[in-house]
């Protein structure tokens, strides 16, 4: 399940780079169509030059259809949320992880409160906490401590707006799962550039810089939130907020 993470956080940088090149592309290429359209409609193009502009037309579209063939094969799969419990989102990622921690001498302590519901696609958060409990381990040497709590509180005003455009429920409630670890902690300026693609710290090879930014993306598209705070010496705590509700809730 470990390599088919690292494969699928892999898969997804190709998709990113992919969906940002063909981005940059794209505005160019509709430009260039459309100054070709306007040429053959110049007047006196004689019908050589007509046969050259629909040579031109013609491979242009082959290049339109070809990026949006690579944009739809990459493009990450949307979430589906469901009401999935609390545990059940911890507990695997908890299984995976616990090997790696103990071989470095790293406590990782769960508390997670009972019968909550989190809106979550199950997968997606899986490998958002992944992601989260490797960065913690990274940064922490032995001896160190890493948490990972879920609780449940009312939501903010702020965090009400927007439902409708995510299709989240609108709810009163958002659960939290906190990833907080006792490790070296970031550097303020690193703090906002480590949610930018391909920022890594780490050596060639061990690091893709994608963790944080494809974690916040799935979130975001979960209708939730991904924050962190650091500071230097003390560690960082890394915050996801989704919508959450008691399991005995009549909403679920
Ligand atoms: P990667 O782990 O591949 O480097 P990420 O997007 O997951 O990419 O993280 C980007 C960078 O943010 C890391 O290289 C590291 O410098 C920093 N970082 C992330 N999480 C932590 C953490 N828990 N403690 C200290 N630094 C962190
Ligand atoms: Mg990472």
Request: proline share 5%; glycine share 8%.
């Given at each position: 399940?470990k390599?088919?993470?690292?494969?699928?956080?892999r898969?997804?940088?190709?998709?990113?780079?992919?969906?940002?090149?063909?981005?940059?592309v794209?505005?160019?290429l509709?430009s260039?169509?459309w100054?070709?359209?306007a040429?053959?409609e110049e007047p006196?193009?004689?019908?050589?030059?007509?046969?050259r502009?629909?040579?031109?037309?013609?491979?242009?579209n082959?290049v339109?259809?070809i990026i949006?063939?690579?944009?739809?094969s990459?493009?990450?799969r949307?979430?589906?949320?469901?009401?999935?419990?609390?545990?059940?989102?911890?507990e695997?990622?908890?299984a995976?992880?616990?090997?790696g921690?103990?071989?470095?001498?790293?406590?990782?302590?769960?508390?997670v409160?009972?019968?909550?519901?989190?809106?979550?696609?199950?997968e997606?958060?899986h490998?958002?906490l992944?992601?989260?409990?490797?960065?913690a381990?990274?940064?922490?040497?032995?001896?160190?401590?890493?948490?990972?709590?879920?609780?449940?509180?009312?939501?903010?005003?702020?965090?009400m707006?927007?439902?409708?455009?995510?299709?989240?429920?609108?709810?009163?409630?958002?659960v939290?799962?906190?990833?907080s670890?006792?490790?070296?902690?970031?550097?303020?300026?690193?703090?906002?550039?480590?949610?930018?693609?391909?920022?890594t710290?780490?050596?060639?090879?061990?690091g893709?810089?994608?963790?944080?930014?494809?974690?916040?993306?799935?979130?975001s598209?979960?209708?939730?939130?991904?924050?962190?705070?650091s500071?230097?010496?003390?560690?960082?705590t890394?915050?996801?907020?989704?919508?959450?509700l008691p399991?005995?809730?009549?909403?679920?």
């Amino acid at each position: 399940i470990k390599d088919k993470l690292a494969r699928s956080e892999r898969l997804a940088a190709v998709g990113q780079l992919v969906a940002s090149v063909a981005h940059e592309v794209g505005t160019p290429l509709h430009s260039i169509a459309w100054h070709v359209e306007a040429l053959a409609e110049e007047p006196g193009v004689t019908p050589a030059m007509q046969k050259r502009i629909g040579i031109i037309d013609e491979q242009l579209n082959r290049v339109v259809r070809i990026i949006q063939d690579l944009l739809s094969s990459t493009r990450q799969r949307k979430p589906e949320p469901t009401w999935y419990p609390a545990e059940r989102l911890i507990e695997p990622v908890v299984a995976l992880m616990e090997p790696g921690y103990h071989a470095k001498g790293v406590t990782l302590h769960t508390a997670v409160a009972s019968a909550l519901l989190v809106w979550a696609d199950a997968e997606k958060i899986h490998q958002v906490l992944v992601n989260l409990l490797s960065n913690a381990l990274a940064a922490t040497g032995a001896g160190g401590h890493v948490t990972v709590a879920v609780t449940i509180r009312q939501a903010s005003s702020e965090e009400m707006e927007g439902a409708s455009c995510t299709g989240r429920p609108d709810l009163s409630t958002v659960v939290t799962l906190v990833v907080s670890d006792s490790g070296c902690g970031m550097p303020r300026e690193d703090v906002e550039r480590a949610f930018q693609p391909f920022f890594t710290t780490k050596a060639v090879g061990k690091g893709t810089g994608l963790g944080l930014f494809l974690s916040r993306e799935a979130v975001s598209a979960h209708g939730g939130r991904l924050t962190l705070e650091s500071e230097i010496g003390k560690g960082t705590t890394v915050t996801v907020v989704l919508p959450g509700l008691p399991s005995d809730s009549a909403v679920a």
